[in-house]
């Protein structure tokens, strides 16, 4: 693709989703730290489509949201969990947002100092009792009400059932 195509963009957005509906096409395209992306969220967005264009097997995302708002963030989870669907890759993400974790993770191992402590599901992670999983996840308060909260409500359904 040739640098002086007209791309259908205002601040970058568009031109961003048409990479990664169609990267291959997008394979020569000279991407660059200038125009459109002037911020993180589009720089992160950047980085996927550039990630896809050679239609990989996998998809390696080394924390995704760093520096990004808590908005930001929620749209560039939902965008890699959309891709992964889409393309049908397998997607890693080394991440320490738990809203990450929580939202996107279908498979989660945690690591503590690069040894395996625990893997289970998202679902799983209020159940365990693993301390070192327990203490980084629901370090704070909200988190340790959130579990205890989240295992009141599946103890009552079970009553329901």
């Known amino acids: 693709m040739s640098q002086?195509?007209?791309?259908p963009v205002d601040d970058g957005s568009a031109f961003i989703l048409l990479v990664l509906r169609n990267p291959v096409q997008f394979r020569d395209f000279p991407f660059t730290s200038?125009?459109?992306?002037?911020?993180?969220?589009?720089k992160k967005r950047v980085a996927l489509a550039?990630?896809?264009v050679l239609n990989p097997k996998y998809l390696f995302c080394d924390e995704p949201n760093s520096g990004l708002d808590p908005q930001t963030s929620l749209v560039i989870d939902q965008l890699i969990k959309d891709l992964t669907q889409e393309h049908n890759i397998?997607?890693?993400?080394?991440t320490?947002?738990?809203?990450?974790?929580?939202?996107g993770g279908d498979n989660i191992i945690y690591m503590?100092?690069?040894?395996k402590e625990w893997e289970g599901s998202k679902e799983d992670i209020f159940y365990s009792d693993n301390e070192l999983l327990n203490n980084f996840i629901f370090a704070s308060k909200f988190f340790q009400d959130a579990?205890?909260?989240r295992i009141t409500d599946n103890e009552e359904a079970k009553k329901k059932a």
């Open 50 to 52: 550039r990630a896809l």
């Open 34 to 42: 200038g125009w459109p992306f002037h911020n993180f969220g589009m």
């Open 96 to 103: 320490h947002d738990m809203n990450t974790v929580m939202e």
């Open 4 to 7: 002086s195509c007209k791309l």
């Open 90 to 94: 397998t997607t890693v993400i080394n």
């Open 147 to 149: 579990k205890r909260q």
């Open 112 to 115: 503590n100092q690069g040894v």
